[in-house]
């Protein structure tokens, strides 16, 4: 794994750069720095404490041996399996489950689930699908996003998929409820996704960033109690908090985001109005496509009642 320390993560000690960008706990990356797996600008980093600089190239030799945190038998049934063969799972993810272990989140997750009905999973590559932590996982839904996901089952479909997705085949759109009246009927927000200069943990449209599309058309306005917009989204691209930030971008933060924006206390939703409703891919094994969908999650439908509409 490699990573170029942005400016908003200079100065910071290297074994909360690594810890941040690849999941792992402290204490395994303070592992990896005294075997000489954790290298900056080409060279062993030999202190943990050692502080990085903007535009640094961090290397990490991050072992295919760590395993999966076990089975959390919790979360099992957490996220209901819509359809699943000996390629692909696809589930309906509820809000508030997270998809995999990762900084800050070591248990009950959708991972850790599916693992409980689906053990072969956690077999490692290139036997296995996906990288250690994050069993058969190419693509994510945010935390406090709903709906669809697909999970690979086999090493063939990881890589069919993981394919799919860079080619922009795989089909990904999400009903979204924004702050404000989006005049246009549709358009396309085409703008560079990197991390905030001023908070490494947020995303946001710069210069520099990973190029980003994210594809919109209005399906209704709302105008009380404050001006709102039905949208449909499509991802072009796939990179953190895509949606979110774009919108917020534009100046329609997604309702209930309260990390970009999308918060106001007369529209009491805890989370992002985001709700993954349709998904299609080339199946990995017969080339068959599939296409699933899903109704609005119960509580984003329910919220839409109390809004009165406009066309």
Do not use: N, W
Request: aromatic share 4%.
């Amino acid at each position: 794994m490699e990573e170029t320390v942005p400016a908003a993560l200079a100065g910071e000690r290297v074994d909360r750069v690594v810890s941040m960008v690849t999941g792992l706990p402290r204490a395994q990356v303070a592992a990896l720095v005294e075997a000489g797996a954790v290298r900056v600008g080409g060279r062993p980093v030999r202190s943990r404490s050692r502080r990085v600089a903007e535009g640094d190239l961090v290397e990490v030799d991050v072992p295919e041996s760590v395993p999966p945190a076990a089975p959390a038998a919790d979360t099992r049934g957490a996220a209901p399996v819509i359809h699943a063969d000996e390629d692909v799972i696809v589930v309906d993810k509820p809000p508030g489950l997270v998809v995999h272990p990762g900084a800050g989140r070591g248990e009950a997750t959708l991972v850790q689930g599916l693992l409980v009905d689906y053990p072969e999973l956690a077999q490692l590559p290139p036997r296995g699908a996906g990288e250690a932590d994050r069993p058969g996982v190419v693509h994510r839904l945010d935390a406090g996003t709903s709906g669809l996901l697909v999970v690979a089952r086999s090493p063939r479909a990881y890589h069919s998929l993981v394919a799919q997705l860079q080619a922009r085949s795989v089909d990904r759109h999400y009903r979204a409820l924004v702050l404000g009246t989006v005049e246009a009927a549709g358009g396309v927000v085409d703008a560079p996704i990197g991390r905030s200069e001023g908070d490494p943990t947020r995303m946001a449209v710069r210069t520099g960033g990973r190029s980003a599309r994210t594809r919109y058309q209005v399906l209704a306005r709302h105008p009380e109690p404050v001006p709102t917009t039905e949208l449909t989204c499509r991802l072009e691209t796939g990179r953190t908090h895509q949606i979110r930030v774009h919108l917020a971008a534009i100046g329609h933060p997604v309702v209930g985001d309260a990390r970009y924006g999308g918060s106001r206390p007369v529209l009491a939703l805890e989370r992002p109005f985001l709700h993954a409703f349709h998904l299609a891919f080339d199946h990995p094994g017969t080339g068959q496509r599939m296409t699933f969908d899903s109704p609005l999650a119960s509580d984003l439908a329910a919220f839409l009642t109390t809004l009165s509409g406009c066309g």
